[in-house]
């Protein structure tokens, strides 16, 4: 009898042996996960330190308008038991440029709070433009019924707290000051207001320059019929955003962007009343002046490949100790995966420091080096601790290669299983169960 299970047993500890391994990469999962966290809650710092810093010298900016705000009364007939009578209501028209250009130049500047960095910028924008006032007849409004003389004009701006100097506007030849504030009938929150002077089927030409600070995005509502804007930064790595991307010229000393944008190709008309709001702020297009390498992203993805780390590292371990007719203890597989997951809090901690390319290059050094040595210890073979030290570097190689290539990642991921699959079943016909 003894004889009968101690057969059974030579036969089969190899399976259970394999399915201890396979449950110590599964419980390898847990401090995966806590890893995880840790990656995201570095991240919310982060972004923190960037609420923190930007409210201090100003947040995204996006500069909507200008826009004519003109009060006109609305007289509706109602019927009641005393006849009919005229009900008179005081309400708002607004009416946007003809023809908007804006010049912009922003100036970046990176500050750092501890090991975060924050990116900043100070833009002068230059806006020319008019207002075709004939546009207004298509409301079917008469005009006896408009009060031109209480008429104002309002520009947005997200975060009015990071004007730099008070702003004038230049109107038919006069400056008049812009003042933060809001008035009665304005649908912007943020904005800069000035009484205007203007009268009905004129033509009107202004300008103005507004010197703002922001951080990291800057847009630009196409308020115009024609809108323009050009732009130029010393920042050589900006992101094109919104719903028109421009033509730009992008080099190492920085960037020029160039859009244009009509009115048929937004979402709110050129002139309309209080009745009807629209939503400028959703065809707004522009740039993130980004810190280019988001070093916690790209960590993030990489812990998603910790399974595969373990497996194909565990596997590759496993056929090379059969092979070699050599028994090591599943305990000393749970040492070379923490070895693996403390690869990510290395590859973690050295990115805030050195940048996510040379802290992979660092911790994937260092974890190979360590299980490698290890596995020269435990077999008392140089030849094994090449073949894991050599499994690995492919291993970390192809999980590189893969976070880099966005597009292609699923086609990698696919090849890359695809031939370890014919690998561990090539070496495996060597087992004899």
Not at 82 to 90: A, I, L, S, V
Not at 324 to 337: A, T
Not at 386 to 405: C, E, K, P, R
Request: aromatic content about 10%.
């Amino acid at each position: 009898m003894e004889s009968v299970v101690k057969t059974a047993w030579e036969k089969s500890k190899l399976l259970v042996k394999g399915l201890i391994i396979g449950g110590i990469a599964l419980l390898l999962l847990i401090p995966a996960y806590f890893v995880k966290e840790v990656i995201i809650e570095r991240e919310k710092r982060q972004e923190e330190v960037y609420k923190e810093v930007s409210s201090k010298w100003a947040s995204d900016q996006t500069l909507t308008g200008p826009v004519l705000n003109i009060p006109y009364t609305e007289v509706v007939n109602i019927t009641n038991q005393n006849g009919q009578q005229e009900k008179r209501t005081t309400k708002y028209l607004y009416l946007l440029p003809e023809s908007l250009q804006v010049d912009a130049l922003a100036v970046p500047e990176k500050r750092k709070r501890g090991i975060f960095q924050v990116m900043l910028y100070s833009a002068d924008l230059q806006l020319n433009g008019s207002f075709n006032l004939q546009q207004i007849n298509e409301l079917r409004i008469d005009p006896a019924l408009i009060h031109w003389n209480d008429a104002y004009l309002s520009i947005g701006l997200t975060d009015l707290s990071g004007l730099q100097n008070p702003p004038l506007l230049n109107w038919k030849d006069t400056n008049i000051s812009l003042k933060s504030g809001t008035r009665e009938g304005s649908f912007l929150k943020e904005t800069l207001v000035a009484p205007v002077s203007i009268a009905a089927d004129e033509k009107i030409s202004f300008s103005t320059r507004l010197e703002v600070n922001g951080s990291r995005n800057l847009q630009f509502v196409p308020a115009g019929s024609e809108t323009t804007v050009k732009m130029r930064s010393a920042w050589p790595d900006p992101s094109f955003t919104g719903t028109i991307l421009p033509k730009h010229v992008v080099s190492d000393s920085g960037f020029t962007a160039n859009w244009k944008a009509l009115a048929h190709t937004r979402n709110f008309p050129q002139v309309w009343t209080q009745d009807t709001y629209h939503k400028l702020d959703a065809a707004a297009f522009g740039v993130d002046l980004h810190i280019p390498v988001n070093g916690y992203q790209k960590t993030l993805r990489s812990v998603k490949y910790a399974l595969l780390c373990i497996v194909l590292t565990f596997a590759g371990f496993f056929l090379i100790e059969t092979n070699n007719k050599k028994s090591v203890h599943p305990f000393h597989y749970g040492l070379i995966g923490v070895a693996l997951i403390l690869f990510y809090t290395l590859l973690l901690s050295f990115t805030e420091y050195i940048g996510f390319n040379a802290a992979y290059l660092v911790a994937s050094v260092a974890v190979i080096g360590l299980i490698a040595w290890f596995v020269k210890s435990l077999l008392a073979l140089s030849r094994p601790a090449i073949l894991v030290g050599l499994i690995l570097v492919l291993v970390y190689a192809y999980v590189f290669t893969t976070l880099q290539l966005n597009d292609y990642s699923l086609i990698m991921g696919s090849v890359g299983l695809f031939l370890a699959l014919a690998v561990i079943m090539k070496f495996s016909k060597k087992i004899q169960w």
